[in-house]
Antibody, heavy 121, light 105 residues
Framework: QVQLQQWGAGVLKPSDTLSLICTVDRAFLTNYYWTWIRQPPGRGLEWIGEAHSSGVTNYNRSLASRVSISVDTSNKQFSLKLRSVTAADTAVYYCARVANGAGSYYNFDTWGQGALVTVSS | VVLTQSPGTLSLSPGERATLSCTTS?????LAWYQQKPGQAPRLLIYGASKRATGVPDRFSGSGSGTDFSLTISRLEPEDFAVYYCLIYGLSEYTFGQGTNLEIK
């Protein structure tokens, strides 16, 4: 059973760059897309984007100008960077794996524990 | 793709049947359902509109195709009261529904 462990979080100031890492235990990073989702306090879930080890990425159009996601297979991790943050970016950020196989596609089957990022001056 | 999840809140008692709905503006192929409890990451319940994820009790079932989908919980257990989200993939983006808060009546 693959497990995802998130790193990073805390408090940022407006205009800072948010940076989070998700390490993957016992999984083949190259076989999957890896994704980030966020949830503002008391609100619903928002997909941020996804990346594959080949370098292919897809981003939420509303965030595409500020976000980058990459996969580092040698260190078994993938990362999220979100530039020029504002208070509206305050949320719990989750990493997850995009299902691929056994008839299961286009869903997020394994999640990290979540990390709260607060943007405040 | 516009995704509409309803109702926003559903108040029921243990033992009752719950039906949650997601409607899309365009025909889609892949839809998943998630359960989220306070302070926890979402949990995958249903994928491919109707397939139960590993370990999900058979009181949970998904149905639908095209633009109209449903999640049914046949007999509510106390641990089923939570927020439920649908997730779709379309036009190279993923979209979550707004969520249904299933609360104890």
């Amino acid at each position: 059973q693959v497990q995802l462990q998130q790193w990073g979080a805390g408090v940022l100031k407006p205009s800072d760059t948010l940076s989070l890492i998700c390490t993957v235990d016992r999984a083949f990073l190259t076989n999957y897309y890896w994704t980030w989702i966020r949830q503002p306090p008391g609100r619903g879930l928002e997909w941020i984007g996804e990346a594959h080890s080949s370098g292919v990425t897809n981003y939420n159009r509303s965030l595409a100008s500020r976000v980058s996601i990459s996969v580092d297979t040698s260190n078994k991790q993938f990362s999220l960077k979100l530039r020029s943050v504002t208070a509206a970016d305050t949320a719990v950020y989750y990493c997850a794996r995009v299902a691929n196989g056994a008839g299961s596609y286009y869903n997020f089957d394994t999640w990290g524990q979540g990390a709260l990022v607060t943007v405040s001056s | 793709v516009v995704l509409t999840q309803s109702p926003g809140t559903l108040s029921l008692s243990p033992g009752e049947r719950a039906t949650l709905s997601c409607t899309t503006s365009h025909k889609i192929t892949y839809l998943a359902w998630y359960q989220q409890k306070p302070g926890q990451a979402p949990r995958l319940l249903i994928y491919g509109a109707s397939k139960r994820a590993t370990g999900v009790p058979d009181r949970f079932s998904g149905s639908g195709s095209g633009t109209d989908f449903s999640l049914t919980i046949s007999r509510l257990e106390p641990e089923d009261f939570a927020v439920y989200y649908c997730l779709i993939y379309g036009l190279s983006e993923y979209t979550f529904g707004q969520g249904t808060n299933l609360e104890i009546k």
